[in-house]
């Protein structure tokens, strides 16, 4: 092999090697920013009251995948151990949306408003004792 032709060859297996090396830290960013999605999601949901959901979104989010496989086997668990239990998982979120929305003026307006649209005489299926929109 001559001179030139090593140096042809070292320039082509470093120029490859670069591409090579470029192409595997995209696939690396698309890979954490998936993980980092997955933790922001998980700190939205654990602030309006879910439990379980966000604990599986942070073991995605640290690369714990047995700890997912085990939240996956308690997920199903939970929903096939009856509606009881997934009902006061939903009773979590409801409660923490409606603090959620306490917390804003234009939050209160919407309470208040539906409160309103509750005690409506128009509908016999409304609530007919619930307290008056002012009283939030």
Known sequence: ?????????????AAV???VVRWMFRVDEKLE???????????????LG??????FLLDF?????SGMAEKIVELAKLFLSGEAAVLVEF????????????????GRAIVAA???EATEPSDPKVVKEAPKAGAV
Do not use: H, N
């Open 61 to 65: 989010a640290v690369a714990d995948m």
């Open 114 to 116: 539906k409160l309103s």
């Open 17 to 19: 090697g670069y591409f």
């Open 50 to 55: 879910l439990k379980k959901t966000p604990a």
């Open 91 to 106: 009773e979590r979120v409801f409660d923490g949306l409606l603090a959620a929305k306490l917390t804003t003026d234009a």
């Open 1 to 13: 092999m001559s001179v030139l032709e090593v140096v042809l060859l070292s320039v082509v297996v």
């Open 33 to 47: 920013d998936a993980r980092r999605a997955a933790a922001q999601i998980a700190s939205v949901l654990s602030g």
